[in-house]
């Protein structure tokens, strides 16, 4: 097999992810779409590994420790976008762009300005 098949297949499916992370607002499918970018990553390290025909098979190992990443890595994107959902009632991504929320704030009541009293 030559090697351009699977060297073309992973620039298709990086690009997809890619594509996916640029475009989408939501969460979940941003999160989806670094797993495609990840994969087509594995794609390429085992298609070179083969292609270079690596005694080590350096190539399989180095894409073992990516998956068992991608998965940890997925698992805490997903606890973060769980709870972010749950505080915020959105996973949009526009949404979270101001992470800091003031105390009271959602409620509508205005702060005190602790400086102005502090001066006093």
Same mark, same amino acid.
């Given at each position: 097999m030559h090697l351009a098949y699977p060297a073309v297949l992973a620039v298709l499916l990086f690009c997809t992810g890619l594509y996916g992370v640029l475009a989408r607002r939501n969460a979940i499918l941003v999160l989806m779409s670094?797993? %495609?970018?990840?994969?087509?990553?594995? %794609?390429n390290l085992v298609a070179f590994d083969v292609w270079l025909r690596d005694t080590l098979h350096a190539g399989q190992a180095l894409t073992l420790f990516t998956i068992a990443i991608a998965a940890? +890595?997925?698992g805490i994107g997903l606890a973060i976008v %769980?709870?972010?959902? *749950?505080? *915020?009632?959105?996973? !949009?991504i !526009? *949404? %979270? *762009? !101001?992470l800091? +929320?003031?105390p009271g704030a959602a409620d509508g009541e205005?702060?005190?300005d602790t400086t102005a009293e502090a001066a006093a």
């Amino acid at each position: 097999m030559h090697l351009a098949y699977p060297a073309v297949l992973a620039v298709l499916l990086f690009c997809t992810g890619l594509y996916g992370v640029l475009a989408r607002r939501n969460a979940i499918l941003v999160l989806m779409s670094v797993e %495609l970018m990840l994969n087509a990553v594995n %794609l390429n390290l085992v298609a070179f590994d083969v292609w270079l025909r690596d005694t080590l098979h350096a190539g399989q190992a180095l894409t073992l420790f990516t998956i068992a990443i991608a998965a940890a +890595e997925i698992g805490i994107g997903l606890a973060i976008v %769980l709870l972010v959902y *749950r505080n *915020r009632g959105s996973s !949009d991504i !526009d *949404r %979270l *762009r !101001d992470l800091a +929320e003031k105390p009271g704030a959602a409620d509508g009541e205005s702060q005190p300005d602790t400086t102005a009293e502090a001066a006093a």
